[in-house]
C-alpha cells in the first residue's frame, strides 16, 4: 500500500497562511521559518486531510477559528523562542 501524495496535515496549511499573514516570510531566513513551522506543528495535534475542500465544507466556522487561534499563539511561542535563542549562524 502506498499512501497517496495528497495526504497531508491540515495545519501546515494554517500555519504557512499565518506565516505570510504577519509578513515573517519577508522578515525571516529560510532556516528560522523551517524551524519556527517545525516548532509550530509540534504544538498542534494533527488533522490529516487528502482534499482542502474536506475541511471547507466539514469544518465547523468556530472550530476553524479556533486552530487559527491555537496557531495564532503557537507562533507567538515559537518566534519567542527562536528569537531568545538565536543559532550561531543568525
Known amino acids: ?6 495526504i497531508h496535515n491540515y ?3 494554517l500555519v504557512l497562511e499565518k506565516i505570510v499573514a504577519l509578513g515573517l516570510d519577508k522578515k525571516k531566513s529560510s532556516d528560522y ?3 519556527l513551522t517545525c516548532l509550530v506543528l509540534n ?3 494533527p488533522r490529516y486531510i487528502r482534499y482542502e ?3 471547507a465544507f466539514y469544518l465547523p466556522a468556530s472550530e476553524r477559528q479556533q486552530m487559527e ?3 495564532a499563539q503557537a507562533i507567538e511561542n515559537a518566534t519567542k523562542y527562536l528569537d531568545e535563542h538565536p543559532k550561531p549562524s543568525e
Open 33 to 35: 521559518l523551517a524551524d
Open 11 to 13: 495545519y501546515e496549511h
Open 1 to 6: 500500500m502506498k499512501l497517496d501524495d495528497d
Open 43 to 45: 504544538q498542534m495535534p
Open 53 to 55: 475542500v474536506d475541511m
Open 69 to 71: 487561534m491555537n496557531v
